[in-house]
């Protein structure tokens, strides 16, 4: 059974037309870089933080 072809994008200008909210793929392509860093981040802390109060 093929995919549709809503998910075969060739380049990030095909998906373009069709984000959400008007927003342009220069903006999700940003963002999507912070949520990123964001929770590599915090997934870090919290594996110092474990190692840190780790007993013994």
Not at 6 to 30: C, E, Y
Not at 33 to 42: C, D, P, R
Request: hydrophobic share 55%.
């Amino acid at each position: 059974m093929p995919f549709p072809s809503v998910l075969a994008f060739s380049t990030a200008g095909d998906a373009a037309n069709g984000l959400l909210n008007g927003w342009d793929i220069a903006t999700l392509q940003k963002w999507s870089l912070i949520y990123l860093g964001l929770s590599s981040l915090a997934f870090v802390v919290v594996w110092v933080v474990g190692y840190l109060r780790k007993p013994g």
